[in-house]
Protein backbone atom coordinates (compact mmCIF):
# COMPACT_ATOMS: atom_id res chain seq x y z
CA UNK A 1 0.00 0.00 0.00
CA UNK A 2 2.92 2.53 1.18
CA UNK A 3 4.66 1.50 -1.79
CA UNK A 4 1.55 2.09 -4.26
CA UNK A 5 1.01 5.65 -2.49
CA UNK A 6 4.87 6.20 -3.10
CA UNK A 7 4.16 5.38 -6.91
CA UNK A 8 1.27 7.51 -7.40
CA UNK A 9 2.99 10.29 -5.52
CA UNK A 10 6.22 9.26 -7.65
CA UNK A 11 3.77 9.71 -10.64
CA UNK A 12 1.99 12.58 -9.57
CA UNK A 13 5.15 14.90 -9.41
CA UNK A 14 5.82 14.14 -13.04
CA UNK A 15 2.92 15.26 -14.06
CA UNK A 16 3.24 18.87 -12.33
CA UNK A 17 6.33 18.80 -13.83
CA UNK A 18 5.28 17.71 -17.05
CA UNK A 19 2.58 20.66 -17.03
CA UNK A 20 4.89 23.23 -16.18
CA UNK A 21 6.46 23.02 -19.39
CA UNK A 22 4.56 24.42 -22.04
CA UNK A 23 4.21 22.61 -25.19
CA UNK A 24 7.10 23.49 -28.09
CA UNK A 25 6.92 22.98 -32.08
CA UNK A 26 9.50 21.09 -34.46
CA UNK A 27 9.86 20.78 -37.66
CA UNK A 28 8.34 17.51 -38.96
CA UNK A 29 8.42 17.67 -42.69
CA UNK A 30 10.11 19.95 -45.18
CA UNK A 31 9.71 20.09 -49.20
CA UNK A 32 10.73 22.55 -52.18
CA UNK A 33 9.73 23.50 -55.67
CA UNK A 34 11.67 25.22 -57.97
CA UNK A 35 10.27 26.11 -61.69
CA UNK A 36 12.08 23.86 -64.28
CA UNK A 37 12.86 26.96 -66.45
CA UNK A 38 16.65 27.42 -66.20
CA UNK A 39 17.80 30.60 -66.68
CA UNK A 40 22.16 31.09 -66.60
CA UNK A 41 23.83 34.18 -67.06
CA UNK A 42 24.55 34.04 -70.50
CA UNK A 43 20.85 35.06 -70.88
CA UNK A 44 21.94 38.71 -69.32
CA UNK A 45 25.52 38.18 -70.95
CA UNK A 46 23.25 38.46 -74.24
CA UNK A 47 21.15 41.96 -73.76
CA UNK A 48 22.90 43.44 -71.24
CA UNK A 49 26.64 45.50 -70.46
CA UNK A 50 27.44 42.02 -67.81
CA UNK A 51 29.14 39.32 -67.83
CA UNK A 52 29.05 35.28 -66.37
CA UNK A 53 32.14 36.47 -64.68
CA UNK A 54 31.03 39.62 -63.04
CA UNK A 55 27.86 37.90 -61.91
CA UNK A 56 29.85 34.82 -60.47
CA UNK A 57 32.36 36.58 -58.74
CA UNK A 58 30.49 39.58 -57.23
CA UNK A 59 27.88 37.25 -55.97
CA UNK A 60 28.12 33.67 -56.37
CA UNK A 61 25.02 32.89 -58.58
CA UNK A 62 25.86 30.68 -61.68
CA UNK A 63 21.89 30.30 -62.37
CA UNK A 64 18.24 30.58 -61.58
CA UNK A 65 15.22 29.23 -61.97
CA UNK A 66 12.19 31.12 -63.69
CA UNK A 67 8.57 31.01 -63.89
CA UNK A 68 6.39 30.67 -67.06
CA UNK A 69 3.63 32.86 -67.83
CA UNK A 70 1.05 30.11 -66.33
CA UNK A 71 2.23 29.97 -62.92
CA UNK A 72 1.72 31.68 -59.93
CA UNK A 73 2.85 31.88 -56.10
CA UNK A 74 0.23 29.38 -54.89
CA UNK A 75 0.69 27.05 -57.98
CA UNK A 76 4.93 26.97 -57.02
CA UNK A 77 3.99 26.43 -53.47
CA UNK A 78 1.43 23.58 -53.79
CA UNK A 79 4.24 20.77 -54.70
CA UNK A 80 6.36 22.12 -51.92
CA UNK A 81 3.97 22.05 -49.78
CA UNK A 82 2.69 18.46 -50.38
CA UNK A 83 5.76 17.17 -50.08
CA UNK A 84 6.24 19.14 -46.54
CA UNK A 85 2.98 17.30 -45.22
CA UNK A 86 4.05 13.62 -46.62
CA UNK A 87 7.12 13.66 -45.28
CA UNK A 88 5.45 14.94 -41.94
CA UNK A 89 3.70 11.73 -42.34
CA UNK A 90 0.61 13.75 -42.49
CA UNK A 91 -2.47 14.50 -44.71
CA UNK A 92 -3.45 17.73 -45.60
CA UNK A 93 -6.68 17.54 -43.30
CA UNK A 94 -4.09 17.49 -40.54
CA UNK A 95 -3.24 21.23 -41.24
CA UNK A 96 -4.84 23.52 -39.03
CA UNK A 97 -3.11 26.58 -40.21
CA UNK A 98 -1.42 28.08 -43.39
CA UNK A 99 0.86 30.73 -43.07
CA UNK A 100 2.47 31.90 -46.11
CA UNK A 101 5.71 34.33 -46.01
CA UNK A 102 5.55 36.77 -49.53
CA UNK A 103 5.89 39.57 -51.65
CA UNK A 104 4.96 38.13 -54.84
CA UNK A 105 1.46 37.51 -54.06
CA UNK A 106 -1.30 35.73 -56.21
CA UNK A 107 -3.18 38.46 -56.36
CA UNK A 108 -3.88 41.65 -53.38
CA UNK A 109 -6.34 39.82 -52.28
CA UNK A 110 -7.29 36.49 -51.26
CA UNK A 111 -4.06 35.88 -49.78
CA UNK A 112 -2.25 33.37 -51.38
CA UNK A 113 -2.43 31.20 -48.17
CA UNK A 114 -5.86 30.99 -48.99
CA UNK A 115 -5.51 30.09 -52.63
CA UNK A 116 -2.63 27.56 -51.48
CA UNK A 117 -5.64 26.10 -48.92
CA UNK A 118 -7.84 25.92 -51.87
CA UNK A 119 -5.31 23.27 -54.05
CA UNK A 120 -4.32 21.60 -51.37
CA UNK A 121 -8.24 21.07 -50.17
CA UNK A 122 -8.40 21.79 -46.64
CA UNK A 123 -11.71 22.75 -45.65
CA UNK A 124 -10.44 23.94 -41.73
CA UNK A 125 -7.65 25.87 -41.35
CA UNK A 126 -6.54 29.24 -39.96
CA UNK A 127 -4.23 30.85 -43.59
CA UNK A 128 -2.69 34.37 -43.86
CA UNK A 129 0.25 35.63 -45.40
CA UNK A 130 2.85 37.44 -43.79
CA UNK A 131 5.66 39.98 -45.54
CA UNK A 132 8.68 40.51 -44.27
CA UNK A 133 10.95 40.34 -48.00
CA UNK A 134 13.79 37.76 -47.71
CA UNK A 135 13.42 37.58 -43.94
CA UNK A 136 9.74 36.39 -44.33
CA UNK A 137 9.77 32.98 -43.94
CA UNK A 138 11.87 33.36 -40.45
CA UNK A 139 8.83 35.94 -39.59
CA UNK A 140 6.33 33.09 -40.43
CA UNK A 141 7.76 30.48 -38.79
CA UNK A 142 8.28 32.78 -36.01
CA UNK A 143 4.77 33.43 -35.76
CA UNK A 144 3.69 29.55 -36.19
CA UNK A 145 5.80 28.52 -33.24
CA UNK A 146 3.95 31.31 -31.13
CA UNK A 147 0.74 29.90 -32.32
CA UNK A 148 1.48 26.38 -31.22
CA UNK A 149 2.91 27.22 -27.92
CA UNK A 150 -0.36 29.40 -27.43
CA UNK A 151 -2.43 26.50 -28.15
CA UNK A 152 -3.39 28.04 -31.34
CA UNK A 153 -3.15 25.49 -33.99
CA UNK A 154 -1.21 21.70 -33.82
CA UNK A 155 0.21 21.26 -37.03
CA UNK A 156 0.97 24.82 -39.41
CA UNK A 157 2.48 24.53 -43.16
CA UNK A 158 4.79 27.50 -43.13
CA UNK A 159 5.57 28.41 -46.65
CA UNK A 160 8.38 30.32 -48.38
CA UNK A 161 7.33 30.94 -52.19
CA UNK A 162 8.66 34.43 -54.46
CA UNK A 163 8.19 35.09 -58.01
CA UNK A 164 10.61 37.75 -58.59
CA UNK A 165 10.83 37.30 -62.09
CA UNK A 166 7.92 39.01 -61.83
CA UNK A 167 8.89 42.45 -60.40
CA UNK A 168 12.41 42.54 -61.47
CA UNK A 169 13.65 45.42 -64.00
CA UNK A 170 14.77 43.08 -66.94
CA UNK A 171 17.00 46.32 -67.80
CA UNK A 172 18.64 46.70 -63.90
CA UNK A 173 22.21 44.81 -64.24
CA UNK A 174 22.60 46.09 -60.72
CA UNK A 175 19.02 43.60 -59.63
CA UNK A 176 18.01 41.08 -62.53
CA UNK A 177 20.56 38.92 -62.81
CA UNK A 178 20.35 38.01 -58.82
CA UNK A 179 16.66 37.02 -58.64
CA UNK A 180 15.29 33.74 -58.88
CA UNK A 181 11.91 31.98 -58.37
CA UNK A 182 10.93 28.92 -55.50
CA UNK A 183 9.49 27.52 -52.65
CA UNK A 184 10.04 25.82 -49.86
CA UNK A 185 7.91 24.86 -47.11
CA UNK A 186 7.72 22.87 -43.62
CA UNK A 187 5.15 21.76 -41.18
CA UNK A 188 5.79 22.95 -37.90
CA UNK A 189 3.77 20.30 -35.09
CA UNK A 190 3.44 20.75 -31.95
CA UNK A 191 5.18 18.92 -29.32
CA UNK A 192 3.15 17.96 -26.04
CA UNK A 193 5.22 17.86 -22.61
CA UNK A 194 5.11 14.57 -22.36
CA UNK A 195 6.73 13.84 -25.57
CA UNK A 196 9.50 16.14 -24.69
CA UNK A 197 10.20 14.27 -21.18
CA UNK A 198 10.20 11.07 -23.32
CA UNK A 199 13.15 12.58 -25.39
CA UNK A 200 14.76 13.39 -22.63
CA UNK A 201 15.48 16.95 -20.88
CA UNK A 202 17.70 19.52 -22.15
CA UNK A 203 18.70 22.24 -19.43
CA UNK A 204 19.35 25.56 -21.45
CA UNK A 205 19.57 28.42 -19.04
CA UNK A 206 17.46 26.87 -16.73
CA UNK A 207 14.43 26.21 -18.61
CA UNK A 208 13.69 22.98 -19.63
CA UNK A 209 13.30 22.76 -23.50
CA UNK A 210 12.34 20.14 -26.01
CA UNK A 211 15.58 18.50 -27.48
CA UNK A 212 14.09 18.93 -31.07
CA UNK A 213 12.24 22.00 -31.40
CA UNK A 214 12.44 25.87 -31.76
CA UNK A 215 14.57 27.21 -28.63
CA UNK A 216 14.11 30.83 -29.57
CA UNK A 217 12.96 33.29 -32.16
CA UNK A 218 15.04 36.91 -32.71
CA UNK A 219 12.98 39.16 -34.77
CA UNK A 220 13.45 43.17 -35.74
CA UNK A 221 13.20 45.75 -38.38
CA UNK A 222 14.18 48.99 -39.56
CA UNK A 223 11.65 50.94 -41.78
CA UNK A 224 13.46 54.09 -41.89
CA UNK A 225 15.47 52.23 -44.20
CA UNK A 226 11.87 51.22 -46.39
CA UNK A 227 13.84 52.68 -49.64
CA UNK A 228 17.00 50.83 -50.23
CA UNK A 229 15.23 48.22 -51.30
CA UNK A 230 11.52 48.35 -52.71
CA UNK A 231 8.99 48.59 -55.27
CA UNK A 232 8.08 51.73 -55.25
CA UNK A 233 4.44 51.32 -57.05
CA UNK A 234 0.94 49.91 -55.00
CA UNK A 235 -1.96 51.74 -53.75
CA UNK A 236 0.31 54.74 -52.42
CA UNK A 237 1.82 55.25 -55.89
CA UNK A 238 -0.72 53.16 -58.34
CA UNK A 239 1.52 52.43 -61.29
CA UNK A 240 0.33 54.45 -64.64
CA UNK A 241 1.46 54.53 -68.10
CA UNK A 242 4.05 56.78 -68.13
CA UNK A 243 5.57 55.31 -64.80
CA UNK A 244 5.49 51.69 -66.65
CA UNK A 245 7.16 53.00 -69.37
CA UNK A 246 10.01 54.38 -67.90
CA UNK A 247 10.27 51.32 -65.53
CA UNK A 248 9.42 52.81 -62.27
CA UNK A 249 7.13 50.19 -60.82
CA UNK A 250 10.11 47.37 -60.75
CA UNK A 251 11.89 46.51 -58.00
CA UNK A 252 14.73 49.35 -57.38
CA UNK A 253 17.25 48.50 -54.91
CA UNK A 254 21.00 50.52 -53.85
CA UNK A 255 22.93 47.40 -54.08
CA UNK A 256 25.77 48.85 -51.61
CA UNK A 257 23.42 50.17 -48.53
CA UNK A 258 21.88 46.77 -48.73
CA UNK A 259 24.72 44.19 -48.84
CA UNK A 260 26.57 46.72 -46.06
CA UNK A 261 23.61 46.33 -43.97
CA UNK A 262 23.04 42.70 -44.15
CA UNK A 263 26.23 41.80 -43.21
CA UNK A 264 26.68 44.23 -39.91
CA UNK A 265 23.20 42.19 -39.01
CA UNK A 266 23.41 38.78 -40.25
CA UNK A 267 26.29 39.15 -37.97
CA UNK A 268 24.78 40.52 -35.08
CA UNK A 269 21.86 38.74 -34.76
CA UNK A 270 23.57 35.40 -34.68
CA UNK A 271 26.12 36.38 -32.13
CA UNK A 272 23.48 37.82 -30.49
CA UNK A 273 21.69 34.41 -30.34
CA UNK A 274 24.67 32.47 -29.25
CA UNK A 275 24.98 34.57 -26.04
CA UNK A 276 21.21 33.79 -25.10
CA UNK A 277 22.27 30.92 -24.80
CA UNK A 278 26.22 30.88 -24.01
CA UNK A 279 26.74 29.30 -27.07
CA UNK A 280 29.82 28.59 -28.98
CA UNK A 281 29.65 29.38 -32.99
CA UNK A 282 31.34 25.46 -33.08
CA UNK A 283 27.93 24.44 -31.40
CA UNK A 284 25.53 24.89 -34.14
CA UNK A 285 25.82 22.36 -37.42
CA UNK A 286 24.76 24.54 -39.75
CA UNK A 287 23.75 28.54 -40.61
CA UNK A 288 21.08 28.48 -42.80
CA UNK A 289 21.30 32.13 -43.86
CA UNK A 290 19.32 34.22 -46.48
CA UNK A 291 20.99 33.51 -50.03
CA UNK A 292 21.57 36.50 -51.59
CA UNK A 293 24.92 36.92 -52.25
CA UNK A 294 27.88 34.62 -51.46
CA UNK A 295 30.34 37.62 -50.38
CA UNK A 296 27.62 38.78 -47.97
CA UNK A 297 27.66 35.15 -46.17
CA UNK A 298 31.74 34.49 -46.57
CA UNK A 299 31.53 38.10 -44.87
CA UNK A 300 29.32 37.12 -42.09
CA UNK A 301 31.62 33.67 -41.31
CA UNK A 302 34.63 35.93 -40.63
CA UNK A 303 31.89 38.10 -38.41
CA UNK A 304 30.89 35.48 -36.12
CA UNK A 305 34.13 33.06 -36.86
CA UNK A 306 32.78 30.03 -38.01
CA UNK A 307 34.44 28.05 -41.11
CA UNK A 308 32.52 28.75 -44.10
CA UNK A 309 31.52 25.03 -44.39
CA UNK A 310 29.19 25.67 -42.13
CA UNK A 311 27.17 27.78 -44.03
CA UNK A 312 25.82 25.63 -46.85
CA UNK A 313 24.91 27.57 -49.94
CA UNK A 314 23.02 27.07 -53.00
CA UNK A 315 22.33 30.40 -54.19
CA UNK A 316 25.12 29.34 -56.95
CA UNK A 317 21.75 27.24 -58.83
CA UNK A 318 18.51 29.36 -57.35
CA UNK A 319 19.84 32.95 -57.12
CA UNK A 320 18.16 34.79 -54.44
CA UNK A 321 14.39 33.29 -53.89
CA UNK A 322 13.57 35.94 -51.20
CA UNK A 323 11.39 34.15 -48.40
CA UNK A 324 11.73 30.98 -50.04
CA UNK A 325 15.66 30.79 -49.97
CA UNK A 326 15.98 29.14 -46.24
CA UNK A 327 12.71 26.63 -46.41
CA UNK A 328 14.51 25.45 -49.88
CA UNK A 329 18.42 25.23 -48.57
CA UNK A 330 16.70 23.38 -45.73
CA UNK A 331 14.44 20.79 -47.46
CA UNK A 332 17.45 20.37 -49.59
CA UNK A 333 20.05 19.38 -46.51
CA UNK A 334 16.76 17.33 -44.88
CA UNK A 335 16.44 15.16 -48.45
CA UNK A 336 20.11 14.61 -48.59
CA UNK A 337 20.53 13.45 -45.26
CA UNK A 338 22.86 16.05 -44.04
CA UNK A 339 21.39 17.41 -41.14
CA UNK A 340 21.07 14.48 -38.11
CA UNK A 341 18.85 14.47 -35.30
CA UNK A 342 20.03 16.38 -32.52
CA UNK A 343 21.83 19.16 -34.70
CA UNK A 344 21.75 22.49 -33.76
CA UNK A 345 20.32 25.20 -36.28
CA UNK A 346 20.76 28.94 -36.65
CA UNK A 347 18.40 29.92 -38.94
CA UNK A 348 19.26 33.41 -39.99
CA UNK A 349 18.02 36.58 -43.12
CA UNK A 350 18.15 40.47 -44.05
CA UNK A 351 16.04 41.78 -46.34
CA UNK A 352 13.94 44.64 -47.36
CA UNK A 353 12.27 46.33 -44.51
CA UNK A 354 14.24 46.43 -43.61
CA UNK A 355 13.71 43.14 -41.75
CA UNK A 356 15.94 40.71 -39.97
CA UNK A 357 15.53 37.78 -38.02
CA UNK A 358 17.25 34.14 -36.18
CA UNK A 359 15.95 31.29 -35.20
CA UNK A 360 17.99 28.74 -33.02
CA UNK A 361 16.38 25.17 -32.99
CA UNK A 362 17.10 21.68 -32.63
CA UNK A 363 16.65 19.16 -35.57
O1 LIG B 1 17.94 39.68 -50.32
C1 LIG B 1 18.34 40.83 -49.62
C2 LIG B 1 18.51 41.91 -50.58
N1 LIG B 1 19.56 41.84 -51.52
C3 LIG B 1 20.86 41.77 -51.22
O2 LIG B 1 21.25 41.44 -50.14
C4 LIG B 1 21.82 42.19 -52.27
C5 LIG B 1 22.86 43.12 -51.68
N2 LIG B 1 23.78 43.71 -52.67
C6 LIG B 1 24.60 42.99 -53.43
O3 LIG B 1 24.59 41.77 -53.47
C7 LIG B 1 25.62 43.74 -54.24
O4 LIG B 1 25.62 45.09 -53.85
C8 LIG B 1 25.37 43.67 -55.78
C9 LIG B 1 25.67 42.27 -56.27
C10 LIG B 1 23.95 44.07 -56.10
C11 LIG B 1 26.33 44.62 -56.49
O5 LIG B 1 27.65 44.28 -56.19
P1 LIG B 1 28.67 45.40 -55.67
O6 LIG B 1 29.99 44.77 -55.59
O7 LIG B 1 28.10 46.01 -54.43
O8 LIG B 1 28.66 46.41 -56.87
P2 LIG B 1 28.31 47.95 -56.83
O9 LIG B 1 26.85 48.15 -56.71
O10 LIG B 1 29.21 48.65 -55.85
O11 LIG B 1 28.76 48.35 -58.28
C12 LIG B 1 30.13 48.24 -58.72
C13 LIG B 1 30.15 48.42 -60.24
C14 LIG B 1 29.30 49.59 -60.69
O12 LIG B 1 29.96 50.21 -61.79
P3 LIG B 1 30.79 51.57 -61.59
O13 LIG B 1 29.80 52.56 -61.03
O14 LIG B 1 31.88 51.23 -60.60
O15 LIG B 1 31.25 51.88 -62.96
C15 LIG B 1 28.05 48.94 -61.20
O16 LIG B 1 27.39 49.69 -62.18
O17 LIG B 1 29.60 47.25 -60.84
C16 LIG B 1 28.59 47.66 -61.76
N3 LIG B 1 27.62 46.61 -61.90
C17 LIG B 1 27.73 45.62 -62.79
N4 LIG B 1 28.68 45.36 -63.70
C18 LIG B 1 28.51 44.26 -64.46
C19 LIG B 1 26.48 46.43 -61.19
N5 LIG B 1 25.83 45.33 -61.62
C20 LIG B 1 26.60 44.83 -62.62
C21 LIG B 1 26.46 43.71 -63.45
N6 LIG B 1 27.43 43.47 -64.36
N7 LIG B 1 25.41 42.87 -63.37
Same mark, same amino acid.
Given at each position: ??????????????????????????I?GTGFS?? @???????? /???? $?? =?? #??? *? &????????????????????????A??TA??R????????????????????????????????????????? @???????? /???? $?? =?? #??? *? &?????????????????????????????????GAGAV??????????????????????????????????? @????????????????????????????????????????????????????????????????????????????????????????????N?????????A?IPILLAELDQD???????????????????????????
Amino acid at each position: MGEALSKEAEASTEASAAAEVAVASRITGTGFSVP @DRVVTNAH /FESY $LD =TS #DTW *I &RERTGIVERRWVGPEESASSLAEPAARTAIERAGLQAADIDGIIVATVTPDYAFPSTACMLQQRLGIDDALAF @DVNAVCSG /FVYA $LS =TA #DAY *I &RAGMCRNVLVVGVDLYSRIINPNDRGTCILFGDGAGAVVLSAVAPEEQFAHGDTLIRGSVQTTAGIYSNLLGA @DGKHSSILCVPCGTANQPTAESMATDAHYLTMEGREVFKLAVRKLGEISLEMLERFDLPSEAVRYFISHQANERILLSMAKHIKVDAARIPMNLDRYGNTSAATIPILLAELDQDGKIDSGDLLMLNAFGGGVTWGAILLRW
